[in-house]
């Protein structure tokens, strides 16, 4: 699938802004199962800037403005090409042999080189009423019940936008029983983590139509999250609509939770602003 992405972030300041500084996330990566075409990222008005890979792997472009200014506007646009994953494990509840044991993952091996996707943040500890829930799965291999568990969240929580803020966590949004894909994906990384499974934060796009999308024409869709847990392999899953990415996803990063991927982090010296936030997905072919 062929996907044409347009994502624009505005910013308008109540005053002169004197300097801006900034790191955007905005940029695909091409992995086995994607591949990025084109992809340029325009800012206005016209920064200093650099660009690298972060500690995680995620392609970072940092920019500063030392000059008033009362806007600010970020496009990033990208040509991917994206295949689709004819692995349908999850629906016949299949493991690898290849895969590791619970042993395994408790092992030295594992807690030295997954460290890092093992401990748990404030914003993914679990609600003590799922982790005792996920604590019943460990009868299953590693694989099912990280599944088991993406179902249990699935399951509990309700997608509804504005029940919860950036800054929420894992917890408050189980107690609440509803949330956005960030959400989701804390929510799952923290019960998967609090059973010895390591789980990684992905962040990037979703076209809304999924694969059967009309070619050619323009929809509006938004920024996405889903998870992916170490069994011996990465196994990308996506709790909030329980079923593996397909090649409707676009990656972009990924790490320990939403603070390791925002699209856009940044400061600046003025007044107050007003954001907004544009994406739009075209499937080409």
Not at 166 to 175: F, K, L, R, Y
Not at 224 to 231: A, D, M, Q, T, Y
């Amino acid at each position: 699938m062929r996907l044409s992405i347009d994502h624009v972030t505005s910013f308008r300041y109540a005053t002169p802004v004197r300097a801006s500084y900034n790191e955007a996330r905005m940029t695909p990566v091409s992995t086995h199962r994607q591949v990025v075409w084109t992809s340029r990222l325009t800012i206005s008005p016209t920064p200093w800037r650099t660009t690298y890979t972060d500690y995680w792997g995620t392609p970072v472009t940092c920019f500063e403005i030392h000059e008033p200014h009362d806007r600010l506007e970020i496009q990033a646009l990208s040509l991917v090409e994206t295949r689709p994953d004819g692995d349908e494990w999850d629906t016949e509840r299949r493991i690898s042999p290849t895969d590791l044991d619970w042993a395994d993952l408790r092992g030295p091996a594992v807690l030295d080189s997954m460290g890092e996707y093992l401990d748990n943040s404030s914003r993914t500890t679990p609600h003590p009423e799922l982790a005792d829930l996920s604590a019943g799965l460990v009868d299953r291999a590693p694989r099912l019940a990280a599944l088991d568990v993406c179902a249990l969240v699935h399951d509990r929580l309700a997608y509804q936008a504005g029940s919860t803020a950036v800054t929420s966590t894992a917890a408050e949004a189980w107690a609440g029983g509803s949330g956005v894909c960030q959400d989701f994906s804390h929510v799952t990384c923290g019960a998967l983590r609090g059973l010895g499974i390591p789980a990684r934060y992905v962040s990037g796009y979703l076209h809304p139509a999924g694969p059967d999308a009309v070619r050619g024409t323009g929809v509006a869709a938004e920024s996405h999250s889903w998870v992916e847990f170490w069994c011996g392999t990465w196994l990308a899953y996506d709790p909030t609509g329980m079923h593996r990415p397909d090649e409707a996803y676009v990656r972009i990063g990924h790490g320990r939770d939403y603070s390791d991927v925002p699209p856009l982090r940044g400061t600046y010296a003025g007044g107050d602003s007003e954001m907004d936030v544009k994406v739009t997905m075209t499937a080409l072919s």
